[in-house]
């Protein structure tokens, strides 16, 4: 719900999908915020890959990261079990999407990306690690995303030989996503 106010011509909107709006900004009727909406649940999702596992990544291949353990919480089945890789929006808007990637030892290049629909580059991180030991690639990004629209975590490295993503229940291999609100035009 949008009200216009007569008094500065400033739009105010809900929440995009959480609270609500009365009022139209006039002195005898100001804008009033409700409480979040009872009735709306956030989609929310934290994807894993099982515990003490690893996946091989190719050394020079673009390679989607698999999550293979069930999910902490998933609120509106936006991981699938089948496709592994993916988290697929349900409702259009904007989303936090964030990934830990933690990689075995090594020196090289590696690259972790977003892609969105499984083409098209959204965020990308690149590091090379000097010294060499187990770490952790860690990155997050805010998308508006269309209802059906899916995202994967890609990696990429330079090793030379095959590497491997970990996860452990320290260091978890973890994909995550959660509405933030709706798309708005201006």
Partial sequence: M?????????????DYGTS???????EANPYAVSQIDPEFSRPAVKALRTFNSSQTINSGADTPVAYTATPIFDTHGMHDPVLNTRLTVPISGFYLIGADIPWGTTTAYKRAQFRLNG????????????VSGSWTQTMQYVWGFETGDYIEVVVYHEHGSNLSVQSFDTKPCNFWAMYLGKKFNG
């Fill in 119 to 130: 083409v098209t580059v959204i965020h990308q991180q690149t590091h090379v690690r000097i």
């Fill in 20 to 26: 609500t709006v009365t009022g139209d900004g006039s």
């Fill in 2 to 14: 949008a009200n216009t106010s007569p008094c500065c011509g400033c739009e105010v909107a809900s």
